[in-house]
Nanobody
Framework: QVQLVESGGGLVQPGGSLRLSCTASGNIFRFVTMGWYRQAPGKQRDLVAQISSGGITDYGDSVKGRFTISRDNAKNTLYLQMNSLKPEDTAVYYC????????WGQGTQVTVSS
């Protein structure tokens, strides 16, 4: 388990952009798969995107073509660039690390509204 701290959430208008960041503690960040999940009120927590230690990415269907996940292993930091935001993207976004046990950040709120 590692400590994960998210930042970058906020209020944006539809069509706007945000970049989320997640900084991990420790020295194993570069070896593990990282991801972003999100959860809206009354809904399950869904995968947004994930990236392996080697840079292989996967995206949820609803964000393909709009979001980009990346990582900077030298900085122990995970990023999520979110473009063309829609109201349905509104959720708390959680950073995740595939450690044993699994690691989760506290979440950062993203609200897309006019």
């Amino acid at each position: 388990q590692v400590q994960l701290v998210e930042s970058g959430g906020g209020l944006v208008q539809p069509g706007g952009s945000l970049r989320l960041s997640c900084t991990a503690s420790g020295n194993i960040f570069r070896f593990v798969t990282m991801g972003w999940y999100r959860q809206a009120p009354g809904k399950q927590r869904d995968l947004v995107a994930q990236i392996s230690s080697g840079g292989i990415t996967d995206y949820g269907d609803s964000v393909k073509g709009r979001f980009t996940i990346s990582r900077d292993n030298a900085k122990n930091t995970l990023y999520l660039q979110m473009n063309s935001l829609k109201p349905e993207d509104t959720a708390v976004y959680y950073c995740h690390a595939r450690t044993t046990p699994l690691s989760w950040g506290q979440g950062t709120q993203v609200t897309v509204s006019s």
